[in-house]
């Protein structure tokens, strides 16, 4: 089994920054494409990047040029920078850990909000 511990979420001003950290355990990290998803209130689960195991990313257009995923495979651990933060971007994040088996592994989510 593959346990994920995220942590770094909580409530921002707008045009605040936050940096989101997943730490996996029980799964082979390193060879892996991880990354996070969020969901906002009364909408669908969408991406907001991920990063293959050579260190190639994908943004989701919401968030390109404002967040920053990166990865340290000696800690078994993926990062989400997010930097000036709008409203919008309120959700539950969630991290896309390695798979057990042939399936993928989800975190628990973690609540980002952007308010004044």
């Known amino acids: 089994q593959v346990r994920l511990v995220e942590s770094g979420g909580g409530l921002v001003q707008p045009g605040g920054s936050l940096r989101l950290s997943c730490a996996a355990s029980?799964?082979?990290?390193?060879?892996?494409?991880v990354g996070w998803y969020r969901q906002p209130p009364r909408k669908l689960r969408e991406l907001v990047a991920t990063i293959t195991s050579g260190g190639s990313t994908n943004y989701g257009d919401s968030v390109k040029g404002r967040f920053t995923i990166s990865r340290d495979n000696a800690e078994n651990t993926v990062y989400l920078q997010m930097n000036s933060l709008r409203p919008e971007d309120t959700a539950v994040y969630y991290c896309?850990?390695?798979?057990?088996?042939?399936?993928?592994?989800w975190g628990q989510g973690i609540q980002v909000t952007v308010s004044s």
């Open positions: 029980g799964g082979i990290f390193s060879i892996y494409t």
């Open positions: 896309l850990g390695p798979p057990w088996g042939l399936r993928p592994t």
